[in-house]
């Protein structure tokens, strides 16, 4: 084993440790957390056929870019099966079940799926979606596979983690804000449980980060800044319906999110920026020649690309999922 390979090992364990500690600050008990059935009509109940007429009303009510961008959070949380496989790949970790990574990766999966669950059952009820279409772009997906540019290096899918749950949380954030002003409070209500979740998960996996800046600076700093400039591929990049290719249907899906606001490239920037101050980079000592490089490059990125954000045109509608019922 290379010098390299063995103190990413052994960073690994002493992350691994950490984990087993704080799961319970990070995920919640399975036995008292929410479940999607918590927020869906109950097929049990003697009103359950006029509750779904009423979430099929209040569903109506919600803009056609708004439906589009929560199909693709939905897809793209529904493609756990990839996320889980792909986290188990990582070097330098201990295969025991037991184990902090492998325990951490089965938890956190279990408590994700519940975001696929709860948001397919709400369109399924909605009426809004051709469920064949979009199950097709789920199966996709997962089929596809994808490559975030991490490898299987830690460091770099902590960089990668940590900046897409921050995503995520904004994303589900939105929609929920969204969803209430166009009349959907159960919509509203369920997209701001998972921004929730997401925001325990951001956490998680931003004080994982910390915790390898501590013992393994110059090493972190370097990931940081190839990750920043191969710049954060979103799982939806690989997103497509039936008869597209890979990265098609990707770009409609973020013009609308751009066009409402959801997530932006600004969001990308600001998320950067956060990431920055959290790990305390600007302060950080002990760097050699390349964590300096790297550190210089992260630190002037921001404001370029806050500027190319700022000169962005908003995407004029032009495309027709065919996820959604015309």
Known sequence: MSFFAEKRREVMLHIESYMLDMMDTYLKPIDTNWQPSDFLPDSTSETFFQDIKLLRENADGLSY?????????????????????WLTMVDGITKNEQGGWMKWVRHWTAEENRHGDLLNRYLYLSGRVDMRQMEISTQYLIADGFDIGTGHDPYRNFVYTSFQELATNISHRRVASMAKKDGDALLSKMCGVIASDEARHAKAYKDFMAKIFEVDPNEAMIAFEDMMRKKIVMPAHFLREMGLKIGQTFGHFTDAAQRLGVYTAVDYVEIMQQLIEEWKLESMRDLNEAGEKARDYIMALPNRLLRVAERMKTPTMDYKFSWIHS
């Open 65 to 85: 870019d708004l439906v589009a961008v929560l199909i693709g959070d939905t897809i793209t949380e529904e493609a756990l099966p990839t996320y889980e496989s």
